[in-house]
């Protein structure tokens, strides 16, 4: 088959763009808005851009409160999603208000950074200490803002747990890691799984 994408006349159910692009590493952004609250939330789009200096990005559809609390402070930091770790980061993707801590919500704990304000996850394989350098809106072939934003930040400092260092090298199967695959899909140490983004709105329907 072929389609246009301009057109989607693929005739699915659902887009296949994610699914051909994929597997794809899970930035678990913390940050903290300039009121000092903290905030947690998975993307899917992200990844290393460059190795000197070390920069990762992640980008997010839409305005959301990862956006704005780095617009305030230029700090976050990219927790490593490990298979014991999964439900709890997809829980923490929940559309919450602004002011709800993702960390009690997906019952997490916090441990303080080195070098930046926003906390890790506790008990995380790995965590990257990023500071900003750029915010881009990406635009169409048109010159149109997509209405997503890539932050980009370098990692002025990493943390790794000692027991996932094996023979001086950091072990990807012992951090048992999660990838975002197409769809509901995911990839863990195991093989395939589903996962159902939770709503706000389900658990709290009066709020």
Not at 57 to 68: A, I, L, P
């Amino acid at each position: 088959m072929f389609y246009e994408t301009s057109k989607r006349d693929h005739g699915l159910p659902h887009d296949p763009f994610k699914a051909i692009v994929a597997p794809r590493p899970i930035g678990w952004i913390s940050s903290v808005s300039a009121d000092g609250i903290p905030n947690l939330a998975p993307y899917s789009f992200f990844n290393a851009v460059s190795s000197r200096p070390d920069l990762v990005m992640f980008v997010s559809d839409g305005v959301k409160d990862s956006v704005t609390n780095i617009r305030q402070t230029g700090e976050f930091v990219a927790n490593y999603v490990s298979a014991e770790f999964a439900a709890a980061m997809n829980e923490s993707s929940i559309d919450a208000p602004n002011d709800v801590n993702e960390f009690e919500l997906a019952g997490l704990g916090r441990e303080p950074s080195r070098l930046v304000a926003p906390p890790r996850v506790a008990g995380v394989a790995a965590a990257l200490e990023c500071r900003m350098t750029q915010m881009v809106e990406p635009v169409d072939l048109q010159g149109n803002w997509v209405g997503s934003v890539m932050v980009i930040g370098q990692v002025v400092g990493v943390y790794i747990d000692d027991a996932m260092i094996r023979d001086g090298r950091f072990d990807v199967g012992f951090a048992r890691h999660v990838t975002r695959m197409g769809y509901r899909d995911y990839h863990g140490p195991e093989g395939y799984f589903q996962m159902q983004r939770p709503r706000w709105q389900d658990d709290n329907p009066s709020k």
